[in-house]
């Protein structure tokens, strides 16, 4: 096996460095770095020794919003450079043109087991175009050291929280923790904010969830706004500036180093703070994402990748059996145990040996299988318009630049514009 780096520059050296590459039978795109890079190559490694076949590992951009773009260059040009595609929940209905259809490659029965819901997903104009690999939802985490030191509960409501951030924050500062911050999230403009703010709007009653199933704009509302303003009174308040700027990992690596009491991030962080390196082992835990307001209810954001075979593969059987191999009950439970990405299989859940080392797969089962879903089937090849325009918004709003009412109202025009292409 080997391991090649894509970054998202010119997509003419990307394909000219990997076609130089290009001893391996197959080339799979998995993850950007760290951890969810290594499980892929594990996993790769696997195939391999079973198959007697080579695989090229392609690491990509942590962005979703530029892994996207960089593999619409690709398939736009009818590449085949790359066989294997880790594509987002959200994009199977975009890319699909540039897909095979897995069921004429995998034996009858392939997808039994697999949350039907993530199948349905994966499935375009009756093709399966892609094998679900890991699911996610939104989740908190937080100090439980710190909450029981403070005497505090873990916040059920957004307004539970900031006050909780506020008392803790204020009282490590108090003991010379200048750093510390009370909460941290994923607040650069791309897909990842659009993932927050639909968690905070979603949490509230009839906040909406930007466009609803059957095309109508809701984002555009009271609860919306208050929402939003919420959240961008959080930014040097009991979030840093610089949140504005985090992604996942950024995030990840305030909250593990001890400079924070809450974190906004998916299941994946959990296997990482607890590791022997963490400065925070054994003191988190992990909650639903609080409600908005009383009436409110927690609204974590469905997330999850899937694999799927691209068009112009050369060896599309190949490709497809590894897909199935990775996808398959023993390899999800391995990634589930070794790096806690939740598993596709609901009989997983259930698992002795995975909950023990992911006991929250079993308490918050229940998030899990009811995550709010993002516009992307009823907006289809307009969804990464509508995202764009989304999380620009939200990251004026939290960077002051506009009140959340005025954004919002600018945005529907902005969303109605793109509705006129018929979405």
Request: overall charge negative.
């Given at each position: 096996?080997?391991?090649?780096l894509?970054?998202?520059?010119?997509?003419?050296?990307?394909?000219?460095?990997?076609?130089?590459?290009?001893?391996a039978?197959?080339?799979?795109?998995?993850?950007?770095?760290?951890?969810e890079?290594?499980?892929?190559?594990?996993?790769?490694?696997r195939?391999?020794?079973?198959?007697?076949h080579s695989?090229?590992?392609v690491?990509?951009?942590?962005?979703?919003?530029?892994?996207?773009?960089?593999?619409?260059?690709i398939?736009?040009?009818?590449s085949?450079?790359?066989?294997v595609?880790?594509?987002?929940?959200?994009?199977p209905?975009?890319?699909?043109?540039?897909?095979?259809?897995?069921n004429?490659?995998?034996?009858?029965?392939?997808?039994?087991?697999f949350?039907e819901?993530i199948?349905?997903?994966?499935?375009?104009?009756?093709?399966?175009?892609?094998?679900?690999?890991?699911?996610?939802?939104?989740?908190?985490?937080?100090?439980k050291d710190?909450?029981?030191?403070?005497?505090?509960?873990?916040?059920?409501t957004?307004?539970?929280?900031?006050?909780?951030?506020?008392?803790?924050?204020?009282?490590?500062?108090?003991?010379?923790h200048?750093?510390?911050?009370?909460?941290?999230?994923?607040?650069?403009?791309?897909?990842?904010?659009t993932?927050?703010?639909?968690?905070w709007?979603?949490?509230?009653?009839?906040?909406?969830?930007?466009?609803?199933?059957?095309g109508?704009?809701?984002?555009?509302n009271?609860?919306?706004?208050?929402?939003?303003?919420?959240?961008?009174?959080?930014?040097?308040?009991i979030s840093?500036?610089?949140?504005?700027?985090?992604?996942?990992?950024?995030?990840?690596?305030?909250?593990?180093?001890?400079?924070?009491?809450f974190?906004r991030?998916?299941?994946y962080?959990?296997?990482?703070v607890?590791?022997?390196?963490?400065?925070?082992?054994?003191?988190?835990?992990?909650?639903?994402?609080?409600?908005?307001?009383p009436?409110?209810?927690?609204?974590?954001?469905?997330?999850?990748?899937?694999?799927?075979v691209?068009?112009?593969?050369?060896?599309?059987?190949?490709?497809?059996?590894l897909?199935?191999?990775?996808?398959?009950?023993?390899?999800?439970?391995?990634?589930a145990i070794?790096?806690?990405?939740?598993?596709?299989?609901?009989?997983?859940?259930?698992?002795?040996e995975?909950?023990?080392?992911?006991p929250?797969?079993?308490?918050?089962?229940?998030?899990?299988?009811?995550a709010?879903?993002?516009?992307?089937?009823v907006?289809?090849d307009?969804y990464?318009?509508?995202s764009?325009?989304?999380?620009?918004?939200?990251?004026?709003v939290?960077?002051?630049?506009v009140?959340?009412?005025?954004?919002?109202e600018?945005?529907?025009?902005?969303?109605?514009?793109?509705?006129?292409?018929?979405?």
């Amino acid at each position: 096996m080997k391991s090649g780096l894509i970054c998202a520059g010119s997509v003419l050296m990307v394909l000219g460095g990997i076609s130089q590459a290009q001893a391996a039978d197959l080339t799979i795109s998995c993850g950007a770095v760290g951890a969810e890079l290594q499980l892929c190559q594990a996993g790769v490694e696997r195939w391999e020794a079973k198959s007697g076949h080579s695989v090229e590992v392609v690491s990509t951009p942590n962005s979703a919003t530029e892994r996207l773009s960089l593999y619409q260059q690709i398939l736009g040009s009818h590449s085949g450079d790359i066989d294997v595609f880790q594509i987002d929940v959200v994009w199977p209905g975009m890319l699909a043109p540039h897909l095979i259809d897995l069921n004429k490659h995998l034996p009858k029965g392939a997808t039994d087991g697999f949350f039907e819901a993530i199948v349905d997903n994966n499935t375009v104009d009756g093709q399966l175009v892609a094998m679900p690999w890991f699911t996610d939802a939104g989740v908190l985490y937080y100090r439980k050291d710190l909450l029981e030191k403070y005497d505090l509960e873990v916040p059920a409501t957004w307004e539970a929280l900031t006050e909780a951030a506020h008392t803790v924050q204020a009282g490590e500062r108090k003991a010379g923790h200048k750093d510390f911050w009370g909460y941290v999230f994923q607040g650069r403009a791309y897909e990842g904010l659009t993932v927050n703010a639909l968690e905070w709007i979603a949490s509230y009653p009839d906040g909406g969830t930007i466009v609803d199933d059957d095309g109508t704009i809701t984002v555009n509302n009271p609860q919306a706004v208050r929402a939003l303003s919420q959240a961008a009174g959080w930014i040097d308040d009991i979030s840093p500036h610089g949140v504005l700027n985090y992604t996942e990992e950024e995030a990840r690596g305030v909250f593990q180093s001890g400079n924070a009491l809450f974190m906004r991030n998916w299941p994946y962080a959990w296997d990482l703070v607890q590791s022997e390196q963490s400065s925070i082992r054994d003191k988190v835990e992990v909650a639903p994402l609080p409600a908005g307001g009383p009436d409110g209810e927690s609204a974590g954001v469905l997330g999850g990748w899937n694999l799927a075979v691209s068009r112009y593969s050369d060896n599309p059987d190949m490709a497809a059996d590894l897909v199935a191999f990775l996808t398959s009950f023993d390899e999800q439970k391995r990634r589930a145990i070794d790096g806690a990405y939740n598993p596709t299989l609901p009989a997983l859940y259930q698992d002795d040996e995975v909950l023990a080392a992911v006991p929250f797969f079993g308490t918050l089962y229940d998030t899990f299988t009811s995550a709010v879903p993002r516009p992307a089937a009823v907006t289809g090849d307009n969804y990464p318009r509508v995202s764009n325009a989304f999380f620009n918004t939200v990251h004026e709003v939290l960077s002051g630049n506009v009140a959340a009412d005025q954004g919002l109202e600018r945005l529907q025009g902005e969303l109605e514009r793109i509705k006129r292409r018929r979405w």
